[in-house]
Structure formats: structure tokens, C-alpha cells
């Protein structure tokens, strides 16, 4: 129920284009601020950025827009608030003393900043042009959505933390378009704290999909890192058990530096769960060190207070 002239405004946003950025931090076709898309729900952290999904931005822009439409009561004042924000658009309204499009885009009293008046009369352009007949290419104004994309795409699912390298391998498809078509994927594979994540394939490789996707057995996991004050690739890579080349791939690093505070994406592997039966004789300090793993974990692994354990008694541990 939101007007198909709506679609103007994703072009006056961003022309389309899912990875364009303002200097205000607005990402994607429909210019999202984080804060904004999170609230719409959208994902945006270091795995993914889901205002670079045109699908799932397109569904969030809609509810927002429903939610100004309701507001302000009227499309266009819709489109004045989703551009100027609902504060200044209010404020506008207040000082003018009337929700006139006519008063509010006035140049010289100036209610609504210079960017919003053309922003309205941008849109209008675009519809107008759009419903020419001497310019139009197709009588469906959503076209434009995917006016840009070689071929119709599907929605399909997979695993957390699956590599697109992977997927694209198993349905015979380059793995750069593959990335192309999934451009809210920020490092090349899906988010692993879901068991199964949607990503865009070609509609000609769905046959393929279901024929030969199978999950992978990998036992790659994914953490998130933050850098600390004197720490180095180096020191990173060994005391996780990884190889430089690995931190440097996922996380498109070109040189060895690294900044306090920085973020890093590691690929660990999963953690293998074991039921030990204490022997005669063992200590936590003794398991712990066998396992390779720490004392204090071994004891929150088991809900243990003191360094107590019988003979006989069964220990988890997560290695």
C-alpha cells in the first residue's frame, strides 16, 4: 500500500546502487542510517550489512514509510520526513503554521534545508520523466529495482558461517558474482551465530542449488577480535593457532599493520565437546592441562566453585 512513485525515491537516494555511502553514514539503495535499520530489522554489524540487501532494505523502507505516512498523514510529508528526519519536518510544520508542500518548500522562508526542497522536486522529475512515454522502457515501474542485475535472482538458504567461495563452487558459478549478487556480506561468508542465513543466487543456478548444495562439514568458526595496545598479526595468529595469510584473507588487510581498537574476524575452529571420567589421582589443574585448555574454564564448563572433583565423576570439556 505504498505508492509505486516511491521507487523514485530509492533514486533520488542513491540511484540505485546498494553500496553507496553518504558523507552522513547512510548506506544501501534506500539511504539507512544504522541506528534506523537496525530499528526496522535490518542486521548491520561486522558480518553483515542488510541496507546493502535491496530486498530486505526495500521491505524496511516500506515500513518506515508506512510509519510517516501515519504520522504526518500525507505521502509527500512521508517523503520530507524519511529525507529531513521526523524532528526537522515537525519543526517545519510548527514554524510555518500548515503542512502546504507549497509553504514548506518555500526558498525563501526557508521551513525545510536546501537539500529537502530539491528533494521533492527531484522525485517529481524522476515520475514524470519515468511516465514519458518518449523515455520509458517498460510499462512495470518496479523493474528499476533490478534494472541493473544480469539475471532474475532468487533467495535460497544455507548454514551460518558458510563461504560463499564455497556455494558458488557447488553450483558452478564464479565466486566474484556470487559476492556481486550479496553485497551485504561483509567477509565472504554468512553470519555464524545463525544455523542457516539467506543469500542470492541466479534463478538459472536454482536447479543446481538443489541438486548439489549440500552444508559444509567444516568445523570453521568465526570470532570476533578486538585489538589491543602492542598486539601483532603475528602474536594473533599464534596464539589463536591460525596463519597470517588466513587473518589477513578474511579480513581484506593489505599490510601487517593493526590499530588498538580495531576489529578482526578470526576463523577459528568449532570447539569438540568430550565427557571425561575423572581418574584416581587427577586434578583440575592436571585435566585442564592434558586438554589445552584454562583451569577457569574447565571449571565454569562444569558449574564448579572449588578445584574439587572425585574419581568417578564425568567432566565436560570443550576443546
Do not use: C
Not at 528526519?85 to 507549497?102: F, P, S
Request: no cysteine.
Amino acid at each position: 500500500n505504498v505508492p509505486d512513485v516511491f521507487l523514485f525515491l530509492a533514486m533520488a537516494e542513491s540511484n540505485f546502487i546498494s553500496h553507496a555511502k553518504s558523507g552522513k553514514q547512510a548506506v544501501g539503495i534506500w539511504q539507512f542510517l544504522a541506528p534506523t535499520a537496525r530499528k526496522y530489522g535490518l542486521r548491520v554489524d561486522e558480518y553483515v550489512d542488510e541496507r546493502k540487501d535491496p530486498y530486505k532494505a526495500t521491505n524496511a523502507a516500506i515500513k518506515y514509510l508506512k510509519r510517516l505516512h501515519k504520522m504526518f498523514g500525507k505521502w509527500y510529508l512521508a517523503a520530507l520526513a524519511y529525507n529531513a528526519g521526523e524532528g526537522t519536518l515537525q519543526r517545519a510544520i510548527k514554524r510555518a503554521g500548515t503542512d502546504d508542500v507549497m509553504v514548506l518548500l518555500d526558498p525563501k522562508k526557508k521551513y525545510l534545508p536546501k537539500e529537502s526542497r530539491k528533494y521533492l522536486a527531484k522525485i517529481v522529475m524522476l515520475a514524470l520523466i519515468s511516465n514519458d512515454k518518449r523515455y520509458r522502457v517498460s510499462s512495470e515501474l518496479a523493474y528499476i529495482l533490478t534494472r541493473g542485475e544480469e539475471y532474475d535472482i532468487l533467495p535460497v538458504k544455507v548454514k551460518g558461517a558458510e563461504l560463499l567461495d564455497y556455494v558458488a563452487e557447488r553450483i558452478k558459478l564464479r565466486s566474484s558474482f556470487l559476492r556481486q549478487l550479496n553485497p551485504h556480506i561483509k567477509r565472504g561468508f554468512t553470519p555464524p551465530d545463525v544455523k542457516r542465513y539467506t543469500i542470492y543466487i541466479p534463478k538459472l543456478k536454482y536447479k543446481e542449488f538443489v541438486a548439489n548444495y549440500k552444508p559444509s562439514n567444516s568445523y570453521r568458526n568465526f570470532v570476533v577480535y578486538k585489538v589491543k595496545k602492542g598486539d601483532s598479526l603475528y602474536a594473533i595468529a599464534k596464539k589463536f593457532r591460525l596463519r597470517v595469510s588466513s587473518i589477513k584473507k578474511f579480513n581484506h588487510l593489505r599490510s601487517n599493520l593493526l590499530r588498538p581498537g580495531q576489529k578482526l574476524i578470526l576463523p577459528v575452529a568449532k570447539k569438540r565437546k568430550r565427557i571425561y571420567k575423572v581418574r584416581p589421582g587427577d586434578t583440575i589443574i592436571k585435566i585442564a592441562k592434558r586438554f589445552g585448555v584454562d583451569p577457569k574454564k574447565l571449571k565454569a564448563w562444569n558449574d564448579k566453585k572449588s578445584n574439587f572433583i572425585k574419581a568417578g565423576e564425568e567432566l565436560v570439556i570443550l576443546y
